[in-house]
């Protein structure tokens, strides 16, 4: 594999991900209890969950082998994720930052599921009596990471209008 060693610049966005997202979590497991949920702001709690399955909680009740089958699959997502990265123009800059951000994510909770066999999730957000799956930074990286790989594949690929 051939990289362009100026891509791999936004591994910095990766870097800085991980860091934020594991000293979350240390934190919210040194200072959260499962499920006791303190207010931040309204519609928003921290509390701590542990998550053995993938988003949200799918296959969290599956009896130990999904963590495994995530491992090896976000394996093989992160070395197509990392392809890719060497392979774009650093003036990509949307699509750099998307996809730096979505391998931090992607590698925040793998070594969750490799050093504690789940994944720490602490952010909370409800209104009224419904409440969205807890989740933690990775979570969101991987989530805002893909939506602007979609907005660059939809307003900003340069397949489409290739420079003169």
Same mark, same amino acid.
């Given at each position: 594999?051939?990289?362009?060693?100026?891509?791999?610049? @936004?591994?910095?966005?990766?870097? @800085?991900? +991980?860091?934020?997202?594991?000293?979350?979590?240390?934190?919210?497991?040194?200072?959260?209890?499962?499920?006791?949920? +303190?207010?931040?702001?309204?519609?928003?709690?921290?509390?701590?969950?542990?998550?053995?399955?993938?988003? /949200?909680?799918?296959?969290?009740?599956?009896?130990?082998?999904?963590?495994?089958?995530?491992?090896?699959?976000?394996?093989?997502?992160?070395?197509?994720?990392?392809?890719?990265?060497?392979?774009?123009? /650093?003036?990509?800059?949307?699509?750099?930052?998307?996809?730096?951000?979505?391998?931090?994510?992607?590698?925040?909770?793998?070594?969750?599921?490799?050093?504690?066999?789940? %994944?720490?999730?602490?952010?909370?957000?409800?209104?009224?009596? @419904?409440?969205?799956?807890?989740?933690?930074?990775?979570?969101?990286?991987?989530?805002?990471? %893909?939506?602007?790989? /979609?907005?660059?594949? +939809?307003?900003?690929? /340069?397949?489409?209008?290739?420079?003169?």
């Amino acid at each position: 594999m051939s990289c362009n060693q100026k891509s791999l610049y @936004w591994l910095i966005v990766s870097g @800085w991900i +991980i860091v934020l997202d594991q000293v979350t979590k240390k934190l919210a497991e040194q200072y959260l209890e499962p499920q006791r949920y +303190i207010q931040l702001l309204p519609s928003l709690d921290l509390t701590l969950v542990y998550n053995a399955g993938a988003a /949200f909680g799918f296959l969290n009740d599956a009896g130990g082998w999904q963590r495994y089958f995530l491992i090896a699959l976000t394996l093989f997502v992160l070395m197509v994720l990392i392809n890719w990265l060497c392979k774009i123009d /650093f003036k990509q800059k949307i699509l750099g930052i998307g996809l730096g951000l979505t391998i931090g994510g992607a590698i925040g909770n793998m070594l969750d599921r490799i050093f504690i066999g789940e %994944v720490v999730d602490f952010i909370s957000l409800y209104y009224a009596a @419904w409440r969205w799956p807890a989740f933690n930074i990775a979570d969101t990286a991987i989530s805002i990471g %893909v939506v602007l790989l /979609f907005i660059d594949m +939809i307003f900003f690929d /340069f397949t489409k209008n290739p420079d003169p």
